[in-house]
């Protein structure tokens, strides 16, 4: 059992930057890939980042691509996402997510733990 819990958000200008982290408890988290995702009103979640287990692979949706970077601390049982240049468009509830011995896939349902998730509100 992984428990992951998500900080960080919070509402910033267009043009801003701010980082997420995400806790996960357990002490396997190190063969676990991590992900992002968010979902904004009115819309379906949507894949932003991944990080493989290994860390050699990452995957990033075309939206964010150059802006947002994800990485992990092992040592700290924690997955970041550096989200800069932040746009309107941003605003979302953004959720960690881990999967067993993945290779950083973007489709949610291959993910084994969903956090609760950060408010990012973006304001033009």
């Known amino acids: 059992q992984v428990q992951l819990v998500e900080s960080g958000g919070g509402r910033v200008q267009a043009g801003d930057s701010l980082r997420l982290s995400c806790a996960a408890s357990g002490r396997t988290f190190k063969n676990y890939a991590m992900g992002w995702f968010r979902q904004a009103p009115g819309k379906e979640r949507e894949f932003v980042a991944a990080?493989?287990?290994?860390?050699?692979?990452?995957n990033y949706a075309d939206s964010v691509k150059g802006r947002f970077t994800i990485s992990r601390d092992n040592a700290k049982n924690t997955v970041y996402l550096q989200m800069n240049s932040l746009k309107p468009e941003d605003t979302a509830v953004y959720y960690c997510?881990?999967?067993?011995?993945?290779?950083?896939?973007?489709?949610?349902?291959?993910?084994?733990?969903w956090g609760q998730g950060t408010q990012v509100t973006v304001s033009s």
């Open positions: 997510a881990a999967d067993w011995g993945g290779e950083a896939t973007t489709l949610g349902y291959e993910y084994d733990y």
């Open positions: 990080l493989s287990w290994s860390g050699d692979i990452t």
